[in-house]
């Protein structure tokens, strides 16, 4: 089953990041969906059941990810879902992961700031090929620096 959906939740482990032998970035973390309700009688919210997702990203969300995502991060992330059952000689169950196409701070919990990733070519420069944002008036383009 392949479906394209959207999920807020809390980063509930450290994000692992590793490269590939072929130079793919890849991140991963799990992630936890809580839906909270309000319960009119008790004038409380109240916790229900908790979903739990394996969240997978590639490229250059792999990378950006990998340096702004945290453990207990309230996160929004989109993409495919992908439901596996596996079965070991003594265990058995289901994986629910998503193959993330896009994923950002909820910013109901807290603020963010945006800083674009500037790729380079190989000589150099920065490369307009993907997704080249406009011309800034000479503001600073170094990706760290403030635009």
Known sequence: MTESLSVRGFVATVPNHLVTDEGLPITTFR???TRRRFNR???AWENGATNWFTVSAYRQLALNAAGCVA????????GRL???EWESEE???IVVEI???AIGHDLAWGSSAFCRTIKRSPN????GSEGAAPENDGADESPGGDA
């Open 31 to 33: 992630l936890a969906s």
């Open 41 to 43: 009688e008790t004038k």
């Open 71 to 78: 453990k207990g991060d309230p996160v929004l992330v989109t």
């Open 82 to 84: 992908s439901v596996r």
């Open 91 to 93: 265990r058995s169950g």
């Open 99 to 101: 193959d993330a196409d």
């Open 124 to 127: 150099g420069s920065a490369d």
